[in-house]
């Protein structure tokens, strides 16, 4: 039993998917547009229907509330929203002053309204919400497509930190496969209508 | 003193004004003057076929008439309800919740009000119980018409923000808690709105028919009274109730997001 185990995972038309990964590892998953990596992410996180196997620490998604499961298998989507006015409102415990630097971001950010952050701030901000939640699964959609290099760098560094530190597990969709060689412990490729292969490092 | 009656001649001078606008819009190009011909032959055809049906009712007390008179009535504004959603339920969850709400709202009230306050003897005197059930059923329809829509829309357009609250780890009713929030609002508007204005700024129907037909005014105007009140609490009723239904149906067993339960 390893922290996540994925069986034969059938979702809107695309896979069977297998898997498994333990505390602390990356799988970087690529592939063409289309070819359901979004709705792999989705469907690991019980957002949408599927058949097969999810396991996380041996247990299965409908032992418990779809809202605790989300807890602890974070999707962190492409596209963040926000829907309170200000950025403060969003966190429920304010993120640390030294995780705010690391990522760049201004250390009154959490007073700023919503309207005020670019694109790329949105992105780390959200990534600093998700992790709030202290999952131990981690479900990245091209996370940094907003940021420039310097700032993609930072982004990188804290998750690899929390994978060392909170021996997170992650599973990283990127299209860029430089950034999976950096990040991913193990990889993954995925063709279209979903046919899943462990790729070469 | 009794209402001076109106001959159908009266209605031929009556409708006058309203064709010489529809005159006026078709000279205008406005493209109007079908629909008002349209609207005045339905109001035409729609209350003389009331008033001969509501004349045969009363002659014939019987509480299978009112029954099936309040049944025709609860159809009718279920059907109305479902036609002014932008976004329907698939599977007819849409009328069957409009006809749950409606009917769990505008009936209790209605009977409430006939038992408990008008005393009338039996309870279900179709002088007293029609009337009252469609005013209570009309303005509980337009709650729960605008409450729905509003929800389903809304559902609809801020489908990233509910999924994105989801994955951080909210239950449905907290991802869903403004939408509902603002859905119960907006079916509620028309008659709080009716409540700040009514005597000053709008006589209201009923109370201007009473007067006219030789009532006292304080009579009318306590009739009133009961009246606004009980439209308050059966619009309300039935908005909470069927935003709260609806709500529950655009979510599964998983909390997930049902969109695809609701079609154009």
């Known amino acids: ?201 | 003193m009794n209402v001076i009656a109106l001959s159908w001649t009266d209605i031929l001078l009556a409708v006058l004004p309203l064709a010489a606008l529809a005159l006026v819009f078709a000279r205008q190009r406005l493209g109007m003057s079908r629909t008002i011909a349209i609207g005045a032959a339905r109001t035409f055809v729609q209350l003389a076929l009331v008033g001969f049906v509501l004349k045969g009712v009363f002659q014939n007390a019987h509480p299978v008439w009112t029954v099936c008179f309040s049944m025709v009535m609860l159809a009718t504004g279920s059907w109305e309800v479902s036609r002014r959603q932008h976004r329907r339920f698939a599977a007819g969850w849409t009328i069957g919740l409009a006809v749950l709400g409606l009917f769990t709202a505008g009936f209790t009230v209605t009977v409430y009000a006939l038992v408990a306050l008008v005393g009338v003897e039996p309870w279900w005197t179709p002088q007293y119980a029609i009337p009252l059930l469609g005013m209570i059923l009309g303005n509980t329809m337009t709650g729960i018409a605008l409450g729905m829509d509003t929800l389903t829309q809304n559902a609809w357009k801020q489908r990233a923000v509910i999924e994105n609250r989801l994955a951080l780890g909210e239950p449905a009713s907290a991802a869903i808690a403004e939408l509902k929030r603002d859905s119960v609002r907006t079916a509620m508007t028309p008659i709080i709105n009716a409540l700040a204005v009514c005597g000053v700024v709008s006589l209201p129907g009923m109370m201007t028919g009473q007067i006219l037909s030789g009532s006292d005014p304080l009579a009318a105007v306590r009739y009133q009274m009961m009246i606004m009140y009980l439209i308050g609490a059966g619009a309300g009723f039935g908005s909470l109730l069927t935003i709260q239904l609806c709500a529950n149906r655009l979510f599964d067993g998983r909390e997930r997001l049902r969109l695809d339960r609701l079609s154009e």
């Open chain 1, 1 to 201: 039993m390893s922290r996540l185990d994925v069986q034969n995972l059938r979702y809107g038309g695309f896979g069977p998917v297998s898997f498994s990964a333990g505390p602390g590892e990356r799988l970087g998953v690529t592939g063409p547009s289309g070819c359901g990596k979004t709705r792999l992410l989705r469907a690991l996180a019980d957002m949408d229907e599927w058949q097969g196997e999810i396991l996380l620490e041996g247990q299965a998604p409908g032992a418990m509330r779809a809202s605790q499961w989300r807890r602890q298998v974070a999707y962190l989507p492409a596209e963040s929203q926000w829907w309170f006015d200000t950025v403060g409102a969003h966190f429920g415990t304010s993120p640390e002053a030294e995780a705010l630097r690391v990522l760049g971001l201004d250390p009154e950010v959490l007073a700023w309204p919503v309207a005020r952050l670019s694109s790329g701030e949105k992105q780390r901000l959200a990534l600093l919400r998700t992790l709030a939640n202290r999952p131990s699964v981690l479900l990245l959609d091209e996370p940094t497509a907003h940021l420039d290099a310097e700032r993609e760098r930072a982004f990188e560094a804290v998750i690899l930190g929390c994978c060392e530190k909170d021996r997170l597990t992650a599973v990283w969709v990127a299209h860029d496969p430089d950034q999976l060689r950096r990040v991913a412990t193990r990889g993954y490729r995925m063709a279209a209508g979903g046919v899943w292969q462990e790729a070469s490092a």
